[in-house]
């Protein structure tokens, strides 16, 4: 294997299980700086590649691996942190991401002489550097219009292979489909997706540009209403309230921490008067609001609250209902997973169809002639 110069390369050299199709490449350019200042990232797709331990989060500066602090830190390690906010509900518990980025910074803003072995730089104008680090990981979590999704193929292709082997393809010669180039990305728009059908009342079958994709609607719509309820975490009033028994001292700080109305109202027992609005109706809002307070922050309390909240696998949806939640689901920041990490798509690349099907044999030798 020939030495590889670049990062997306150079990974999967270092890590064996990670193929090419599981990392993203992105650059973007920072236009209130003053000089030439970009952030370039190549990072793991959180579907796809995870860490037990934040040991492949990485920072470098001008083609150097380094410690960066600056004067509004606050922090030790602040864009390793920021690199973590970012990938935050996107990746299983306990999980951290593969994320290298690459600051390329004009000179001026990068003192070198903060460490002998020139590990650790001072960089100027860290407010600014850290959110283009977050919108950076975002741009590039989302899917592309035009996506030739080489990691997916790779599963679907051995997927094909089994299924051959136990059908009446016998064939010891090599496929007659080469790799195909990657695609540019068009121009179309983002919404490319049409809901074709439902497939056991679970995944919706959709049609796009370069195959089929399966969606799972029931983390789907978690998806969306998880990045909904980010924005606009809405509390009603309780009539009656409800009443709690037993509460730790944690789940009630827990409780109050997002915003619920709680008081005490007698030896362990604690009176509720507000609840999320998605909840309220439910018959289930009692345990739902203990799952709240048995939660470790608000993210985890939105992700609960949007699981118990989404439309549930088993659950007939019409074309229009399919189409509605594809096209909500394609506009989220991070429509990859959801809250908790799961995979929400699989993608069925038309050339694996073909070849699955035999469309490119000449029609005599197929036929025997």
């Known amino acids: 294997m020939p030495p590889a110069e670049v990062a997306q390369d150079i990974l999967p050299q270092l890590l064996a299980t990670l193929r090419p199709g599981d990392l993203c490449h992105h650059r973007f350019q920072i236009p209130d700086l003053p000089g030439d200042n970009a952030v370039e990232v190549v ?6 590649c995870h860490r037990h331990r934040p040991d492949w989060v990485k920072v470098a500066v001008n083609g150097r691996c380094v410690q960066v602090s600056g004067e509004d830190a606050g922090q030790s390690h602040p864009l390793e942190q920021t690199i973590l906010a970012a990938f935050r509900q996107t990746l299983p518990r306990h ?103 439902q497939l056991h009342c679970t995944y919706i079958v959709a049609e796009h540009p370069t195959g089929v994709w399966l969606v799972e609607q029931h983390i789907a719509h978690e998806r969306v209403l998880y990045e909904q309820l980010g924005q606009d975490w809405h509390l009603v009033p309780l009539t009656p309230p409800l009443m709690l028994r037993d509460l730790t001292e944690g789940q009630v700080e827990q409780l109050t921490d997002i915003g ?22 439910r018959s289930d809002c009692e345990a739902a609001l203990i799952e709240l307070s048995q939660c470790e922050s608000i993210e985890a309390a939105l992700a609960a609250t949007a699981c118990r909240s989404a439309i549930r696998n088993g659950m007939a949806l019409n074309l229009l209902e399919m189409q509605n939640l594809l096209d909500q689901w394609q506009q989220t920041r991070h429509p990859r997973t959801c809250p908790h990490g799961r995979p929400i798509y699989l993608s069925m690349e038309e050339a694996d169809l073909s070849r699955f099907f035999r469309r490119h044999w000449v029609i005599g030798k197929s036929h025997g002639i």
């Open 43 to 48: 990072l793991g797709l959180p579907d796809r």
């Open 95 to 197: 999980r951290h991401p593969l994320c290298f980025i690459h600051l390329h910074a004009d000179p001026q803003h990068v003192d070198w002489h903060r460490h002998p072995a020139k590990t650790e730089i001072y960089l100027q104008h860290l407010d600014q550097w850290r959110p283009a680090i977050t919108t950076t990981i975002q741009e590039a979590l989302q899917i592309p219009a035009d996506m030739r999704d080489s990691g997916h193929t790779q599963k679907i292709r051995q997927l094909m292979k089994v299924a051959e082997a136990k059908g009446v393809y016998h064939l010891q010669q090599p496929s007659i489909l080469s790799p195909q180039p990657e695609q540019a990305a068009s121009d179309s728009g983002f919404n490319i997706l049409k809901a074709i059908a």
């Open 260 to 281: 619920i109305d709680i008081a005490e109202f007698g030896h362990q027992l604690w009176v509720i008067r507000s609840a999320p609005q998605r909840l309220v109706e």
